[in-house]
């Protein structure tokens, strides 16, 4: 691996993929390609930490492209850019291609900086976890492979639909549901929740931000959002503010929606073993210490809910 961090721009538009590589060429090895067999035939020869593709491209969508880096080169971060906002790519954009980032045109600087750099971060620990679990990372099987100590929350407000999610993982993991915020939080306290399959909203409170400090307080949590009425803007800020693993439209397909939480609870698993989430973790506990980890956990979401 190159000393320096790997990126590929990837733009059927010249200037943009040129503005790209001028505006990271001094930090980083800078590549760019014009669609996606130009960007495949790179990843091909070169060890890339961070994609930055563009969605609306000919023959190929950025989302069948980091489709692929994802299947082929999984410790490849994918980032997402685009001028548009079309739900069904956004939704594929964290489903096909476990975007990291969904940033729009024309980006801010600062903040493509800033993802970019948190990006390269998150692939160099991937590539060394990955030696560590190497199982872990084999994608051959979509079957549950931690059914005995693999907890699951389900959090909804509807009764019918938090049973539907509980008797259909009841026979893989260990599943506790929750109808309002309050007894999710007290969930996540006694148990060692591994995934969290949440209604995009409960309690009449839009989960994003509280989804946020979830994965501030617990990084090694992934979540999967279920909603009947799915919507540009909501499904962006999940993904980028709540970093949601997967999403899902109510009413359920079994057999999909089965294959997302057993994906999300492999990588729950993958996380444990990175060297970063152990550290916030560990870091979390001493700070409950001296306190119930209840106690300040629920202080994260005082501006949330009343836990009674």
């Known amino acids: 691996m190159t000393d320096k961090p790997v990126l590929l721009f990837v733009d059927d538009e010249e200037r943009i993929v040129r503005l790209l590589r001028m505006m990271f060429r001094g930090e980083y090895e800078v590549h760019g390609a014009h669609g996606a067999a130009e960007a495949l035939a790179i990843l091909e020869t070169t060890a890339v930490d961070v994609i930055v593709s563009d969605q609306r491209m000919p023959e190929v969508t950025g989302i069948e492209l980091l489709a692929t880096v994802r299947k082929r080169w999984p410790a490849t971060v994918r980032i997402l850019l685009t001028g548009y906002s079309d739900l069904v790519a956004i939704i594929g954009a964290v489903n096909e291609g476990e975007v990291y980032q969904f940033l729009n045109k024309p980006w801010d600087q600062t903040e493509l ?42 959090i909804d407000g509807v009764d019918s639909d938090r049973r539907e999610v509980m008797e259909m993982f009841t026979y893989d993991y260990q599943v506790h549901a929750a109808a309002s915020i309050s007894e999710a939080l007290r969930v996540l306290e006694q148990e060692q929740i591994g995934v969290i399959v949440t209604n995009a909203e409960v309690d009449g409170v839009d989960m994003t931000d509280l989804l946020c400090e979830v994965a501030r307080f617990d990084p090694a949590i992934t979540v999967v959002v279920m909603t009947s009425e799915p919507q540009s803007d909501t499904v962006i800020r999940l993904i980028n503010s709540g970093k949601i693993y997967r999403f899902a439209i109510k009413p359920l397909s079994p057999n999909l929606f089965r294959l997302a939480v057993n994906a999300a609870m492999r990588e729950h698993h993958r996380r444990l073993a990175d060297p970063r989430i152990v550290r916030v973790r560990m870091r979390n506990e001493a700070l409950a210490s001296e306190d119930s980890a209840y106690s300040a956990f629920t202080d994260c979401f005082s501006r949330f809910t009343k836990v009674t």
């Open 113 to 154: 900086r800033a993802v970019v750099a948190e990006a390269v971060e998150a692939s160099r620990a991937t590539r060394r976890t990955r030696k560590a679990i190497e199982p872990v990372w084999r994608r051959d099987s979509d079957a549950p492979q931690f059914s005995i100590t693999s907890q699951l929350l389900t």
